[in-house]
Nanobody
Framework: QVQLVDSGGGLVQAGGSLRLSCAASRSFFSITHAMGWYRQGPGKQRELVAAITAGGSTNYADSVKGRFTISRDKAKNMVYLQMNSLKPEDTAVYYC??????????????WGQGTQVSVSA
């Protein structure tokens, strides 16, 4: 089982920046195909913000391209989301996600507890 701990959220003015961090416990019984950040705004469904594969490929939601950057430190088992030029519509709870596969080939999604990001106009 993989445990994820999100941190780094807060209140910031529009145009400001925040850096989210996700610490993942190391599992010797599974591999991680990709890690990512999702968010869920008030009254909205959870949506993918950014993801990074084990090979380092990244993809972003159109709404954050050019403003957010996802990165990964494999040695520390950390994933980061640098968020610049924040907008009020970025306000949401942000969740770290890990897409894993165990030795039996079973894929499992793990989630962090979420961290609140609030952007004021």
């Amino acid at each position: 089982q993989v445990q994820l701990v999100d941190s780094g959220g807060g209140l910031v003015q529009a145009g400001g920046s925040l850096r989210l961090s996700c610490a993942a416990s190391r599992s010797f019984f599974s591999i991680t195909h990709a890690m990512g950040w999702y968010r869920q705004g008030p009254g909205k469904q959870r949506e993918l913000v950014a993801a990074i594969t084990a090979g380092g490929s990244t993809n972003y939601a159109d709404s954050v391209k050019g403003r957010f950057t996802i990165s990964r430190d494999k040695a520390k088992n950390m994933v980061y989301l640098q968020m610049n030029s924040l907008k009020p519509e970025d306000t949401a709870v942000y969740y770290c996600n890990a897409d894993t596969e165990d030795v039996r080939g079973v894929r499992t999604d793990y989630w962090g507890q979420g961290t609140q990001v609030s952007v004021s106009a």
